[in-house]
């Protein structure tokens, strides 16, 4: 049977009903489950397509629509509205249907379908078409397809679906090293478990037989050892923490360097998928968890695990039905603490919220401090924060109850449990000596009892609430996984090091798609000779950052080939390849170092002389020798802070000492004034002489330099030439240079005037 | 240009597709495929609607929907029937937090729904000053609901720790 697309779990029947409607030889591709019916009323709604059809079905209803086919269809589009949208089909008869109501849940879909549906009727294939249509779905996967279950995060692998054996490996590899400080802080805590079992008996020898004894050489003998137990199971716990700490920080460690280093040598695409912030957070704050969660399953298991059967072993031992009767308030305290745990989570979130609250009007109003100065606001903000204030502490004392109330209960119900043992264990005991049967049950063994009865709930809480902190370690550990599962950049250590980058550069016949769904470059194809200085013009969102990005290699997967010198570029080995190209960024980026560091940037093999002629070259040493720190100054410390002019000059050194064999700026001027711009595209004509260069620019100035000028329109390359050839076509490019001609001779006059 | 304000005497209103209205000036000219905007979609939605041409450009503006005539009223009505769904959350069904995301099913005024909320601190907001409370999904749908105070116990319960 044919596969179908589906983005939400159905019934079986459901899904039998859907492939009803279609036949043996049409049969359904693809099916958006909807959330709304046309009326706009929550019912589960398909939009279905096969080959040449496109129709819906209402499962509310069970209706089927009026089947569209791709040949009436003269136009077909999704409307978004606000809160939903609706497919809407313009057949050639001149009338609009509409076809599909859907939430925002499935916009993309719908999009896509619309696409489908024009694509083959403009006479795509069918497989061309379906293959962006199952990019889409893939896309959109938030939920497991295996399970169900909604994941931590869109496209992570599915924790609960994998391999359970592949996840212990990975979590192994840490633990592995570990594995014998590990072993042995186990077995202490064995010992440790063992020591703590055994005072509450020797207060029973105590109380039972050397005090009533009046056996003072016994009673010396029972504290020295009692004593020496207290001291040996201090200092074994004590040793054991420091043995955890130490294994603990050498596994987190490890785990944070792993999935860093991972990290950076994941693609560009990986950062398309992820906020950067998301990717942060993953390597500093769910390492920690799952640090966390694996001593908590290698060490705290087995020692509350121990302590719990020694207990009742030594309970039982003792007295069976004792045992039973001091255990009768522990599932009662248990489940009261689990009560517990779920009524105050809402309420110490609930402050949270206040309190975070607070926070973001200080975060807002503080740093705003001029703008609330000069619209004279004081009085506003003041009160915005009382409010804030107002509601934290409104919650905070509500809560207060509750917050005391609960564990006031709780620890009453505990210490009840010691008063019903009392209870019941002291009439045994009176009965015991009324009867003269002095060998049911002593005074000590009821003081022993008290004592074990209270050690128990610890472990058993401990077990209580250990699917509270696994399902926390589940979820660090699929983002984790995310990272450390996904392919990297391959092309490090291997590829060709001798090919000759300043050669000709040339892109043939290449298409470019970030997602599959749409082409970002369209059939490009351009020559750099050696030394050409290109400007690459066009508006935003037009594919010129992308070009670069393709030069530059942080996309592999584009169609056709980019060559430099005859050799495809992904052929190069990448350390090789990127290391020849100084790459200017519009908005560079700085280090928290020193301006020296800056410049080189972690290549020692720079000598001082070198880092100070490139700074000179890129008119940033003028600057440089201002700083009362010179070339030390750390920048972003103690007002060290350069303008974006300076930053981009010292930007421009980094990618000059490197002495690159290709050259590409992007923008490298769009944010500073004019007479920085002078300072900078002097440094930059400099930097270029010989090079072959590519430069991204909107001020047409700029490129004064260069010798071909690309235009990119919406992905594709629509003039190409000299400036001169360019100008004469009266093209885009001409009408580029008149605009900004004209807003640059208005931009003199004002300042003209102004100064006259 | 000025903004050209529609009420009974300048400007009357008819519908001509789903979401698509036709403005007839007082001077009888004529504007097709104009797509009424509320302006205050949350805070105040009778009030201040703007009226968009195709190329999202302002060409009318209607300051309070009772100074317009009878059917240009009912012929706005109808297109923001079909143009804004913001379903009201009458009930709170189920609430579930399990790995840092947030899954509801709701009761509304349109049907029953399960939504999952990403960021519970910037998606679910009382407006200031008032009960309602706004709500957004993961997929940008927005829910409101109109009167936390009106809500059943159970509901409150449920939505209590994350007001």
């Known amino acids: ?756 | 240009m000025a903004r050209y304000y529609i009420d009974k005497y300048t400007g009357h209103l008819e519908r001509t597709d789903l979401y698509l209205v036709r403005l007839v000036k007082k001077d009888g000219s004529v504007i097709e495929d104009l797509e009424p905007r509320k302006l205050f979609p949350f805070s105040n939605s009778e009030m201040y609607i703007t009226l968009l041409d195709k190329n999202e450009k302002e060409v009318g503006f209607v300051r309070k929907l009772d100074e317009i005539d009878e059917e240009s009223r009912k012929v706005l009505l109808d297109c923001f029937k079909e143009y804004y769904m913001i379903p009201k959350i009458s009930r709170l069904l189920e609430c579930e937090d399990k790995f840092g995301v947030l899954k509801w099913t709701v009761d509304t005024d349109r049907g029953e729904i399960t939504f999952q909320i990403r960021n519970r601190h910037s998606d679910i907001k009382k407006l200031y000053g008032t009960n309602r409370v706004i709500v957004r999904d993961s997929n940008d749908n927005r829910y409101e609901i109109p009167d936390v105070t009106a809500l059943d116990s159970r509901s409150n319960h449920l939505l209590y720790s994350y007001l």
């Open chain 1, 1 to 756: 049977m044919d596969s179908l697309l589906i983005n939400q779990k159905l019934t079986e029947a459901q899904i039998q009903t859907i492939r009803s409607l279609g036949s043996e030889e049409k049969p359904i591709r693809f099916a958006v489950v909807g959330e709304i019916s046309n009326e706009a009323k929550y019912s589960t709604c398909v939009l279905l397509a096969t080959d040449s059809e496109i129709f819906t079905y209402d499962f509310g209803k069970g209706e089927e629509s009026r089947r569209y086919a791709f040949s009436e269809i003269e136009s077909i589009y999704c409307k978004r509205m606000y809160g939903n949208g609706m497919m809407r089909v313009k057949t050639f008869d001149g009338e609009t249907h509409d076809l599909f109501r859907f939430t925002f849940t499935v916009t993309a879909l719908c999009d896509a379908a619309a696409k489908y549906v024009t694509d083959i009727r403009d006479g795509e294939s069918t497989d061309e078409a379906l293959s962006v249509m199952q990019a889409v779905y893939e896309k959109l996967l938030s939920v497991c397809p295996k399970c169900g279950r909604t994941l931590s995060a869109p496209g992570v692998p599915c924790i609960h679906c994998m391999d359970k054996g592949r996840v212990f490996k990975k979590l192994w590899k840490y633990l592995r090293p570990e594995i014998v400080i590990l072993t042995i802080s186990v077995l202490i805590s064995v010992i440790t478990t063992a020591l703590a079992l055994v005072p509450p008996l020797l207060t029973k020898t105590l109380v039972d037989d050397i005090i009533p004894d009046r056996n003072r050489q016994m009673l010396t003998v029972v504290v020295i050892s009692l004593v020496c137990v207290h001291i040996i199971h201090y200092l074994f716990t004590g040793i054991r923490g420091y043995m955890l700490r130490v294994s603990g920080n050498k596994i987190i460690a490890r785990l944070r360097c792993e999935v860093y280093e991972k990290a950076q040598y994941l693609p560009m695409r990986f950062y398309d998928k992820t906020s950067t912030g998301a990717v942060i957070n993953r390597i500093s704050g769910d390492t920690a968890t799952i640090q966390a969660f694996m001593l908590r399953i290698t060490q705290e298991v087995v020692v509350q695990f121990f302590t719990l059967i020694g207990i009742v072993i030594v309970m039982l031992c003792i007295n069976w039905k004792l045992t039973l009767y001091s255990l009768t308030p522990v599932p009662l305290v248990v489940i009261g603490a689990r009560i517990f745990r779920k009524k105050i989570a809402p309420f110490y979130r609930r402050i949270w919220r206040r309190s975070s609250g607070v926070t973001s009007v200080l975060t807002d109003s503080i740093p705003g401090i001029r703008v609330i100065k000069s619209y004279t606001n004081e009085k506003r903000s003041t009160e915005r924060f009382t409010n804030a204030v107002e509601e934290w502490r409104t919650i905070d004392t509500k809560a207060g109850k509750i917050l005391n109330a609960y564990p006031a209960i709780v620890n009453c119900l505990i210490s009840c449990g010691g008063v019903v043992i009392w209870a019941l264990g002291g009439n045994l005991v009176i009965n015991g000596i009324s009867t003269g049967n002095g060998g049911s049950i002593s005074v000590g063994l009821l003081v022993s009892f008290i004592s074990y009865a209270s050690m128990f709930y610890g472990p058993v809480n401990f077990f209580a609430n250990l699917s509270d902190s696994m399902q926390n370690a589940m979820a660090s550990l699929e983002r984790i996984m995310d990272i450390l599962d996904a392919e990297p950049e391959h092309d490090f250590g291997k590829g060709m090091t001798d090919v000759d980058l300043g050669g000709r550069i040339e892109f043939k016949n290449v298409n470019f798609s970030f997602d599959r769904t749409k082409k970002t470059l369209k059939n490009i194809n351009l020559v750099i000779e050696p030394g050409d200085i290109v400007g690459i013009v066009g508006t935003t969102g037009s594919g010129k950052s992308t070009l670069i990005n393709l030069l530059l290699r942080y996309y592999d997967h584009y169609e056709g080939q980019i060559m430099i010198d005859g050799v495809d570029i992904r052929d190069i080995d990448m350390h090789y390849y990127r290391s020849s190209i100084g790459y200017v960024q519009q908005e560079p980026q700085m280090f928290h170092d020193t301006i020296y560091n800056n410049i080189a940037y972690g290549d020692s093999k720079f000598s001082a002389d070198e880092i100070i002629n490139a700074a000179d070259i890129a008119n940033a040493h003028e600057f440089i020798v201002r700083q009362p720190d010179g070339y030390d100054s750390v920048l972003g410390e103690r007002g060290v802070g350069l303008s974006g002019g300076e930053k981009q000059r010292i930007s421009i050194a980094r990618a000059m000492l490197r002495n690159p064999k290709i050259l590409v700026f992007d923008e490298a001027t769009a944010s500073v004034d004019s007479e920085t711009e002078h300072l900078i595209q002097e440094a930059i004509e400099q930097l270029i002489s010989g090079r072959t260069t590519l430069m991204i620019a909107h001020r047409l100035s700029t490129l004064s330099k260069a010798n071909k000028i690309v235009v990119v329109d919406n992905g594709e390359i629509i003039e190409c030439g000299t400036p001169e050839e360019l100008m004469a076509m009266e093209g885009k490019y001409f009408r580029l240079v008149q605009i900004q001609s004209m807003s640059d001779k208005l931009a003199e006059s004002r300042k003209a005037e102004n100064f006259a």
